[in-house]
């Protein structure tokens, strides 16, 4: 296909899941199946990497994992280690080129890298590097850790990645495979999730737990805020901490919404953290009602909660078509058009008659969720009261979620009583701050989603300069275009 | 790709599901969406066929709705009519060739075709057909239809059709698109189901109801058995009823198992009926414990009917993962024999030491079963109570839905007690036929799954012959391969 | 991609090329050579069906022979015999459906079969076909021949294929595959070539014998013009000859144009031939020039003999560029509009100033030829004269040569005079009806393209009807669509 | 597919063919129809960049330019100007990331390059940015420029270009395309082609005068050794001379072997160089035989001359199937080890019995020479006479020709009493160096490939160090693989 040269530097959302296992002897399908079980966590590309000590191997393509790889090119993809990926990126930058696995081949022997998470900083250096000379492949923050361990003057592996770590600022969780080893690095504050596991002799790391449970590994602890862990062949990990210690910032939409809820996340179940969002919910926005119907699938566990501390029967008044992805994630905008129809259906002989509760994870724009209301009505309800597990979600997050523009986030600029004129609710009923925070327990989230407030330090003009990108792109410098 | 010329005689199961509008300004794009909701029903191939009145276009291919389908190729298939089809077909006859519609153009013009059902002398009539020199190009019962029609004597269309029926034996849910019309036809035992609906002019039919709600069409009524529907412009729809009556035999696995849970499926409410079952199966087999636990997605609105008859928690310990399909039509082996663990995963802190009532649908091989309640056990389970909303599954459907050979299913050769030690169950627990059919009502249900008691007279042998082919395939005759 | 169902019959032209091996351990691979020899008559399709005596294997797709084929595809092509099609096919047309071997499964076991040729009465015979209730595939006239063998009585495959093969009329070279017999035929004028050899212990045959020298293969005979050779193993090939004798009528286009210079046909070196060609215009038609230029690669060796005989030297003031296909059956109209220019560049050293003898085996159009005339003169020649080795090309080709309506052929309607005016040229010559058969031997050739009488007796109105096919194209009937 | 990461450094062998227009509003077209007219200088990828003065848009792929490209891929590339290559590499490394045009967006602005030619000094030069952090993308020298411009200091893209250039040492013919301009640039000795030609208001440059011709373009003049020529909209080009001055070294290959005969190569027709080469060798080499036959097509022309100069019969007893590439540049081990046979037939009927000299351009390694020899005695030659119009090839190309390690050069190791022996010829006979520069006139043409003597001066080991890679392969470093 022809290709128009416009590479613009990536709007700094993406979200990830990353996988690596070590001293497998069935490394690559090991990858697979730890990448098929993220597949949640990014529908648009899918990665793998594997070094059998000497070479290196990868495959990485635009798909789900099932259609990226297939039994032949597992086979192709040798040797006993291995790192994954798999990405979702905004709509209109779903280039090839930007798949992860990144390989280079430097002084310094093979490396490859899998990035989850956001650099804040990335557009600086990056314009910095290219006015030295550096020329860049892909429009990828990722890549700009590469350039910095490239450049690096250090000897090691290692202290090259510090190096250039500590010249970025933002969310990391990382695992990079050279020739001997793999390292696993998480940022000071970790924002992004990242998992140790065990599978018979083998290491493994993973964005979510629910990949260890897959290929029946052994969760073993997380890996903190600010580690770095080398692994190497016959040693136990070696744990660093290379960094200035920073008050940990762990991302709270993990739990509402986005980590599967068969997953530890943080140190705590999902499915459990949910459940308690939602008795809390139900003590903070307490309505009378004949069912309490989640909108599948991120809302069940709530509604369960909210259903039993309620006393009111939880029911499946709607249905989800699997053959869509989550409406969250899908940048297929003509279907998006057409509306929730085809993610969602109603069932009238549930709903009609009856005064429903839906309870969902949060409101982004506000568009989907009027819809639902909406479906729910024309199905029959009589009452519609719309209760969300989170806050009003009001800031752009910076740190590896997709989120809009603040401009069209729904509660940047309607108060509570608006967004339910708007949805066409009954009621609607949020839960707060701190009711969120007493339900998930006193560990420091990151919240800026909630709050606007940020927990790295931007420099100065950096958070507006940020914004200004989100709404206008940036052009991108010293890119180099070898591929379409 | 080089093809090996094995091309035997399809075992006589196919699970499909079926569409058609006629005069609506956006034809094809209604049967796109059309089959997007009857996707549960065949994921392996997709067709649209549509008329403008003079010309036929077409597209069908291996994949889902999505997949087979983009905009530019929707566009393509012009017209106010249109015909569609989704397929599943039994492991290792995935051919294109298979797919549907299928077309000929005749010295009556041209005819498209789809079908949901099976016949079950297809064999005997393509034996003939071929020593009087047809020539067939795939493996589908449907095309021996297609061919009788060819050498009908018969003036019309309608009556060619008539005709064919006539000569075939088992089930069938037809849509037929000519220049002018579309016919529907349902056979005379009504097996399958067919729902007529209005989308503002256009007349509109469907397997299941949910293709309706999903593009804001109305439900009129169901295509009786028997009938014979013929749709012309400006004319009310024609209604014959060209066969001999015979006793009705509605599938009920459609109710148990396979349609949507949010469709109208032989005039009721699918949920419905599946929380009517999970509450006779609570009277029926109860059992005390922590927790109702559905298999998902099929046990859920019999878990929660079971859940509150009993009186105990529903909760949700077995999450699937999206990105597969249902683990009883997938046709891709190696996945499977890795285990449930692709498609489930068991949430230990909900179901450690927990005791669990498992709510499923039936249990085909076992095999899976087995593998749930080992699952379910290292998760934790204190007990493992397992409950089915249906009676021993012990005959192959000759009917339309895939199962394997008599010979497989675990229920022809074991009793209750002998599976509940294979799955290493605390304890097992059917439901009786009787029960069925009184959660279900008096209607005329084919039962021939749980009896073995077939609602078509089979001739001398047939059904032994088909018991046969099953196990062994029967070359076919008489086919040509023009494509790979 | 979508397709739209308009299933004309062929016009009547296609040039092909067939090819086969019987008990050769690498009959997959002898026949990729063989087909690659052959691929000058025809580069649209090419298609290789084997059989190891119980299984056929097939591939057949668009495009040429080494495009189609690469060693994972002929590895699956199992079996020590094989047989071949390269096809070319009048523009529009190209679909992969039409692609040979056609391979039919009967009660007689499986047939395989490629063509060479066409008939004249096919579309009387599918209508009749079809209206008895026989459905077909392909708009190809082979497939008819397939169909009344699979509605014969016969008992034998030989039998049934006589018995089909009396009721056609035209042109036929053909290659039958079953499961222990290959069977070669030709029709019993002799229209196309069909020539018969020797490899080790393997029988071989082939439209031309360069596919002979390729493999190392020797040349034995020619098979006769209505013979029809049986090949069976550990037996000497048994030859019938099953028709009514006719004068034969051995298409002399082969060897002005179409064959290979290297083949030997209808006994005779193509090479020889061309060289006698050029010799008798030389006497036919001198005129004084400084060079004899051919146009390639067609025209060098009549060039050679024109030269020689005049005395005038030989040069290539004409260079072919090799990335391209011949003109005569290339069937990019967008490429040939652009004209000759991306086929052929003319070398200014040596053309300009001269007087340059064009020579050239025939004018069709006559388009092609006055762009070449133009591009001599734009080269700076002082004179151009054309030479052509064949009388005025008047009439089109029902038996398997491409060839424009006869309107559009530039000598069906201007004299030499007239067409030496439009080309631009200082003079032109034809060689004489008399002189070419002078200079080729006096077997009985069809000239029918020169002189209108067609050797094979039409019927009342039939070559009126085929003229009619030919400018609009006649509907098909009973065509069965399955795939794009 | 899953690649493996095997980058190593290319062997310094590359032929290709570059092409620019500039200021004509079909430039994708006409750069399209230029790389066709080009594609005997390399066939294996293909690739247009184009700028609209904005925006750049590029398409570059493995296959032939009439694969490559389409109507649609054509559409898409915008803009009035454009520049496109051709290139062929060596068996194992036909990677599309190698493609050409190579472009990178820097501070700078976008800036495009096609290359033909080779530099000796690119590996030291990749391994100095290499451990300065440049992170390198393919494995071509091309990008070793593009690198160096990135890090220049200079202010303009053109000073940029030549602060790159007088870093490099070897042979480079550049087209470059930046927002506003097309710069052209030739080494200062020369070693490969650059034309400059005109077309309506449009400027254009080519490797090779044959693709004006095709375009209908005028050549206007050589782009002088060294020069670099700046094309500006509405600006007279402006020749630069920034390299100090060499004495020239065009590569006498191009006339002997490489370039079209059509073509006008360092001011002289390359069909009358021939003639005069084979003229030459009729005086050094003579021998009485029956006919002069070339082995096509490059030996052509020196035949004809030959036969002229010696007065014994041109004929063409060898007849070359058009749809391989040729001998010299076809990858494809698999079919050169079939042999010959696939490209070259022998014509019995002209061969049988006579005494024959077979003219050919050069002999390499001997072995397709020797099987040509072959097959001309088993046509029924008497006497196989071999005459080669150049003399004794005995060293590598470094400069731009693809050639065989000089091991594997058969003159470098045996004398023409050797070579002819080990051919089975009756006789050998090479032009001499002394009278090839007679027949081609007294300019410094580089002559290595028969001296030893490379013109530009190696620094110490260098050369043995580039034979040492052409053996072994030289592992690249710091190579980003972002694609498969």
Redesign the interface.
């Known amino acids: ?7 613009r530097f990536d709007r700094p959302h993406e979200e990830c899941g990353i996988f690596g296992v070590f001293e497998h002897p069935e490394a690559a399908n090991m990858a697979y ?1 730890g990448l ?2 993220l ?2 966590r990014g529908q648009e590309c899918a990665g793998i990497a594997t070094s059998d000590g000497q ?6 393509n635009r798909g ?3 259609d990226v790889f297939n ?7 040798k040797g006993d280690a291995a790192i994954g990926h798999v990405r979702y990126s905004t709509a209109g930058d779903t280039r ?2 930007n798949a992860q696995p ?6 310094r022997g ?1 490396i490859a890298v899998v990035h989850n998470g956001n650099l804040i900083n990335a557009h600086h250096i990056r314009k910095n590097l ?6 860049f ?2 429009t990828s923050d990722t890549e700009v850790i ?2 910095l361990i ?3 003057k250090q000897k090691t592996v290692e202290d090259a990645i510090i190096d250039a770590l500590v010249q970025v600022r933002g969310a990391y969780s990382l695992v990079f495979l050279t020739d001997d080893k793999m390292i696993a690095v998480r940022d000071p504050r970790g924002f992004r999730p990242l998992s140790l596991g065990r599978l018979n002799n083998a290491w493994i790391v993973s964005s979510e737990t ?1 990949a260890f ?2 290929i ?1 590994g052994d969760f073993v602890r997380d890996i903190a805020p600010g580690e770095m862990l080398i692994i190497e062949k016959g040693k136990a990990p070696l744990s660093l901490q290379p960094f200035p210690e920073k008050p940990p910032a762990f991302c709270i939409f993990e739990h509402i919404y986005f980590s ?3 997953s530890i996340v943080f140190g705590k ?1 999902v ?2 953290m949910r459940d308690r969002l939602g008795r809390k919910l139900a003590q903070e926005a307490p309505v009378d009602a004949d069912y309490v119907v989640p909108i599948p ?1 991120s809302g ?2 709530a509604a ?1 909660g909210y259903a ?1 501390e309620a006393n009111i ?4 008044g709607l ?1 989800r ?4 992805g989550r409406t969250f994630i899908e940048p297929e905008m ?1 279907i998006r058009h ?1 509306g929730v ?2 993610k969602l ?6 709903i009609e008659g009856k005064r429903i509760i839906l309870i969902d994870d949060s409101i982004v724009r506000g568009v989907t969720s009027k819809k639902i209301v909406d479906m729910v009505r024309s199905a029959g309800a009589r009452e519609v009261h719309m209760r969300i597990t989170s806050p009003p979600y009001c800031d752009s997050c910076f740190y590896g979620i997709d989120t809009p523009i603040k401009e069209d986030l729904i509660a940047s600029s309607k108060n509570v009583e608006e967004i339910c004129r708007f949805l066409g609710a009954d009621s609607l009923g949020y839960l707060t701050l701190k009711g969120m925070l007493g339900a998930l327990g006193k560990e420091s989230w990151c919240v800026a989603c909630f709050t606007g407030k940020y927990p790295v330090d931007f420099q100065r003009d950096e958070l507006a300069q940020l914004r200004l990108f989100e709404k206008n792109g940036a052009v ?9």
Do not use: T
């Open positions: 296909m022809a290709v128009h040269l416009d590479l199946l098929y079980a597949q949640h070479k290196m191997y990868f495959e990485k789900y994992v099932a039994e032949e090119i597992l086979e192709k993809l090839r080129v990144f390989l280079i081949e430097s002084h093979k290219n006015r030295e000379g550096s020329i492949i892909s590469l350039h490239a450049r690096s629910c449970d897959l029946y599967r809820p068969d179940d499915s459990e699938d069940i566990f369960l039993d029967p939880f029911n499946l249905i078509n699997h053959y869509v003509s057409f129809k085809v259906n109603a069932i009238r002989s549930i991108a410098v010293g890119v180099v275009s070898l591929n379409g």
